[in-house]
């Protein structure tokens, strides 16, 4: 069993910055990416970036220049630092997990952004 913990969010002003975690625990191999998605009341949840096991990246065209994604390969552990903040980025925003047969999502952190 796999299990996936998020942590970081929270308020935070327009322009502030925020740094969210997903760790992974458990039975984890062959992992082929992790990655961070968002979802805001009444939308559909959305990628928002991706990390591969070799290291490629992907964001969406939304947070591209403002958002980081990065990981801990030995702590199984995956990082969205998010600068820059508007009110738009106000989501739920979760962690997924993908390998060789699974896929994982987290429980969720909510992060919002407002004055």
């Known amino acids: 069993q796999v299990q996936l913990v998020e942590s970081g969010g929270g308020l935070v002003q327009p322009g502030g910055s925020l740094r969210l975690s997903c760790a992974a625990s458990?039975?984890?191999?062959?992992?082929?990416?992790m990655n961070w998605y968002r979802q805001a009341p009444g939308k559909q949840r959305e990628l928002v970036a991706g990390?591969?096991?070799?290291?490629?990246?992907n964001y969406a065209d939304s947070v591209k220049g403002r958002f980081t994604i990065s990981r801990d390969s030995a702590k199984n552990t995956v990082y969205l630092q998010m600068n820059d903040l508007e009110s738009e980025d106000t989501a739920v925003y979760y962690c997924?997990?993908?390998?060789?047969?699974?896929?994982?999502w987290g429980q969720g952190t909510q992060v919002t952004v407002s004055s």
């Open positions: 997924r997990l993908l390998g060789n047969g699974y896929d994982y």
């Open positions: 458990g039975s984890i191999f062959s992992i082929s990416a």
């Open positions: 990390i591969t096991s070799g290291g490629r990246r």
